[in-house]
């Protein structure tokens, strides 16, 4: 059953993931304009960019968007053992994504490849800096969630904090689905 | 409590990892620019697109939260088409 808290809750995660929207579309807006001043600098940075660990992570994504979804699904059918197994994959693919972007960047260090480099790095450690504490965040939710599942706090008849934290995961997926092709593909 | 198949969760994973495929599959075949970054992002448009509506059940959002994710995704629209139209007649 829908409550008044549910529905005001629901309407205050969609202005937040609207506001979110609006600051990654804004540096996305910001990309595009340098991109066209500068192509050959930003088509010499995409080369150096790795593109094995930027494809792994986001294959890393889209499989933590689905465990996240089929925790939700699994929390409205009152299987509680698959929701914390589904959330605690969804944190797991989580570090993984983390893991693999520090790698990245301690590689892009050590090549002496910093924020002010070019236009180019700088924009890309903004942008996957700013995914990454999103990253982070949304982890610190998941785990709160895993205890809430864990403890029967979240069930199939009171689960809409499960519902908006999967919203944020999902946004934070997306967000990362337009990353990759700008900062490892399009070339 | 709405009680659902989990089989559009699973048919919507198979379609990303696809579209992902296919993306990392453009990225070898030298498209010149702009179509190279074009069509990459149409196929993230999709990805996102699958992800809002099955993931994320913006089909079945009613009330003001439909209006702010439709006033959300119009403003991106705008932008796009603003920054679009700045770059192309530069």
Redesign the interface.
Known sequence: MRTVEH?AA??A???F??SE??LF??LF?LY??F??EY?ALFTAGIERDA?ALG?TN??VL??S??T???AL?SV??DRRRTAVIALAVTMLLGLTFLTLKGIEYAEHLSEGIRPGTNVFFTLYYLMTGLHAIHMIAGLVVMTWLLRGVWRRRVT??RHTALELG??YW??V??VW??L???FY??? | MIMRSGAPLVLALVALLALTALTFGMHFAALAEPWSLTVALAIAAAKIAIVATVFMELREVRGTPAIVAAAAIGFVALLCFGIAGDVAFR
């Open positions: 529905e629901r309407l995660m969609w202005l993931l609207a929207l609006l579309a804004g807006a595009t304009g991109r066209a192509p593109l494809s986001t294959v889209i499989v968007s689905f996240v979804a089929w699904h409205r059918g199939a008849e999967a919203l999902h946004l997926d997306c689905i337009v990759w092709p700008l593909l399009a070339r």
